[in-house]
Nanobody, 127 residues
């Protein structure tokens, strides 16, 4: 599935951003989807995942309480609402999607780069 992220930008600490990921598919409700990020020199980190109908979401500890994942299958769009941003949130943010039996960040993280990941959107948080 082709994925296109948007919504990144530069914000001050404490600010908010909402990232969007459009999935080019007619059946987004079939897909487990998630958000990841990668800061320079660091490994890619899973943030949140969401199952096909959006009823079950999971969060990494780094995302709990500040980030909210949601989706609108009618608009083929996955969202990540980020509040209370910190400088350490500076990274490239990616969405991933696949039809999976088990929908979680660990499984999404193992997806091949081709056809499962977007190109990313940059988030910069400054003090």
């Amino acid at each position: 599935v082709e994925l296109l992220e948007s919504g990144g930008g530069s914000v001050r600490t404490g600010g908010s951003l909402t990232l969007s990921c459009i999935a080019r598919t007619q059946r987004m409700d079939y897909y487990c989807m998630g958000w990841f990020r990668q800061a320079p020199g660091q490994e890619r980190e899973g943030l949140a995942s969401n199952d096909g109908d959006g009823g079950l979401s999971t969060y990494a500890d780094s995302a709990k309480g500040r980030f909210t994942i949601s989706r609108d299958n009618a608009r083929n769009t996955l969202y990540l609402q980020m509040d209370g941003l910190k400088t350490e949130d500076t990274a490239m943010y990616y969405c991933a999607a696949a039809i999976l039996n088990r929908c979680d960040l660990e499984t999404l993280a193992q997806l091949p780069e081709a056809n499962s990941w977007g190109q990313g959107t940059q988030v910069i948080v400054s003090s």
